[in-house]
Antibody
Framework: EVDLVESGGGLVQPGESLRLSCTAS????????MHWVRQAPGKGLEWVSG????????KYAASVQGRFTISRDNSKNTLFLKMDSLRAEDTAVYYC??????????????WGQGIMVTVSS | DLQMTQSPSSLSAFVGDRVTIACRAS??????LAWYQQKPGKSPRLLIY???ILQSGVPLRFSGSGSGTEFTLTVATLQAEDVATYFC?????????FGQGTKAEI
């Protein structure tokens, strides 16, 4: 059974940094693209970033380009999202998401339970 | 850029009704289209990918159609457990974009 468990969320002030982690199990982690998708309170879904099977390529939404960095450690079945220069508009539930295939572009077949990130002074 | 527009934004129907949700892409994306269901307080669930391919384990009352810029999600006979918000997602030419969602109520 596929399981994706996020950690590292919380409350931070504007301009601060945070690193999210996602531990995966139940599938060959090194053979699937992985993503982060977020959902602001009461809003829709926004794709944030994706990464290919061998730590590349990496893709970002325009709203986070240059501030967020996605990475993965295939030896530990773990996905990361380093978030710098956080803004109030980054406040959201962040989901760790498994891609259906090896390409960064594609549908998402499993989602974690999500973790809340709140940016507020 | 790629924009995805869903309609309607919300709907109300009876159990047993046939329900249709539309999704329009701002440019031709072929069949690079997925549909997700998100129940209140839960994570999204993949229903359809490739515009019309049913994800394993999804009830057969769900179906998808369309190509190019116009797509449709159909629920053949709406059930009480189908109360949820439904999102389309286009994935093409470097973009991954969700529609704004359609909230379905009984």
């Amino acid at each position: 059974e596929v399981d994706l468990v996020e950690s590292g969320g919380g409350l931070v002030q504007p301009g601060e940094s945070l690193r999210l982690s996602c531990t995966a199990s139940g599938f060959r982690f090194d053979r699937r693209a992985m993503h982060w998708v977020r959902q602001a309170p009461g809003k829709g879904l926004e794709w944030v970033s994706g990464i290919g099977v061998s730590a590349g390529p990496t893709k970002y939404a325009a709203s986070v380009q240059g501030r967020f960095t996605i990475s993965r450690d295939n030896s530990k079945n773990t996905l990361f999202l380093k978030m710098d220069s956080l803004r109030a508009e980054d406040t959201a539930v962040y989901y760790c998401v498994k891609g259906r295939g090896v390409l960064v572009l594609g549908a998402f077949d499993y989602w974690g339970q999500g973790i809340m990130v709140t940016v507020s002074s | 850029d790629l924009q995805m527009t869903q309609s309607p934004s919300s709907l109300s129907a009876f159990v047993g009704d046939r329900v249709t949700i539309a999704c329009r892409a701002s440019r031709d994306i072929g069949t690079a289209l997925a549909w997700y269901q998100q129940k209140p307080g839960k994570s999204p669930r993949l229903l359809i990918y490739g515009a019309s391919i049913l994800q394993s384990g999804v009830p057969l009352r769900f179906s998808g159609s369309g190509s190019g810029t116009e797509f449709t999600l159909t629920v053949a006979t709406l059930q009480a457990e189908d109360v949820a918000t439904y999102f389309c997602q286009g994935y093409s030419s470097g973009f991954q974009t969700f529609g704004q969602g359609t909230k379905a109520e009984i």
